[in-house]
């Protein structure tokens, strides 16, 4: 610490001290509101991080909290995009983001309760509204309309019961909390197994799996310096531990033909294009193996004589 306030933060000074002392007042408030009094003035308005320790793990933890919170703000868009585009949900498991969306509400709901900074689990709620829309477009695409609306139905009366009034006593809320850690983890099996079955990832948004994977391991070290409450750890190590075995599906299943367009999700379409090609030449490959004549674009019949009889 004191190496990095000689070597990096005191030459810095004369150059940041000019620009963080002079930020606007409502910028000044929201950091004050962050980090609270002591850390505000002694990382912004002194930029020194050897009088108070603490407060630069705890500014990481904060920047770590805002960062998650905005990622999740789109982090399954991308799988409510591949379902509306292909209108299949051929690889997601049903099960799977109904134990999800259990898990958060009840994770949202204990942590609203018991009063825990927002940057600590914000992206709770933003995540609940996208799983809520990846399960009624599973339910749509499925022909099931009736069960999608009974869905959202149970999904906002349990919101209401958890929240919005005192049906849920504080005792009860906690027993919850740890029952919602085992739904977490339940709620990977599903997809992990429905993967394995199906021999690749379907439908399964790349994206979204490797942004959980770098989120739950961030949301471990924001617990460890911002909330003293072991059921929430627990909960997110075992995530954690999940989430990397889903990564690690969708790297060993990425080439899989039941696996539709990671090239193209993650890598831009030029590599799109090139696993088609490959996936063509294989085919093209097959077909001479088994004596089949291959088809070329010049080798169009010009009468019914040049047609194969069978």
């Excluded at 059921?231 to 989430?243: D, E, K, W």
């Amino acid at each position: 610490m004191d190496q990095l306030q000689s070597l990096v933060l005191n030459p810095l000074k004369p150059v940041v001290l000019p620009i963080t002392t002079n930020l606007p007042a409502p910028v000044q408030d929201a950091i004050t509101t962050l980090l609270g009094e002591t850390c505000h003035n002694a990382l912004i308005l002194n930029l020194d991080v050897t009088s108070h320790p603490e407060c630069l793990s705890l500014a990481i933890s904060k920047a770590l909290g805002i960062a998650i919170i905005t990622a999740a703000s789109v982090v399954k868009v991308p799988q409510i995009i591949k379902l509306a585009r292909s209108q299949s949900a051929e690889g997601l498991s049903f099960p799977s983001y109904v134990l999800e969306t259990a898990s958060f509400l009840i994770n949202l709901a204990y942590n609203v309760r018991s009063g825990f900074p927002f940057s600590t689990y914000g992206e709770v709620s933003l995540i609940l509204v996208q799983d809520v829309i990846i399960s009624v477009l599973i339910l749509w695409y499925s022909g099931k309309a009736t069960q999608a609306g009974a869905f959202v139905a149970a999904v906002g009366s349990a919101a209401f019961a958890l929240m919005g009034s005192d049906i849920v006593s504080e005792s009860q809320m906690t027993s919850l909390q740890a029952g919602g850690g085992l739904l977490s983890i339940a709620s990977k099996l599903p997809q992990i197994l429905t993967i394995w079955q199906q021999g690749g990832t379907g439908q399964l948004s790349a994206f979204a799996v490797f942004n959980y994977l770098a989120g739950s391991l961030s949301r471990i070290f924001t617990t460890l310096q911002e909330v003293d409450d072991k059921l929430i750890l627990y909960g997110f190590i075992a995530g954690f531990s999940l989430n990397a075995v889903l990564a690690a599906q969708m790297v060993y299943y990425w080439n899989s033909p039941t696996t539709a367009g990671h090239g193209q999700e993650v890598g831009g379409k030029k590599q799109g294009v090139l696993q088609k090609g490959s996936a063509g030449m294989a085919t093209e490959e097959n077909i001479k193996k088994l004596g089949t004549p291959v088809a070329t674009p010049t080798a169009r019949p010009t009468s019914s004589s040049g047609r194969r009889r069978g």
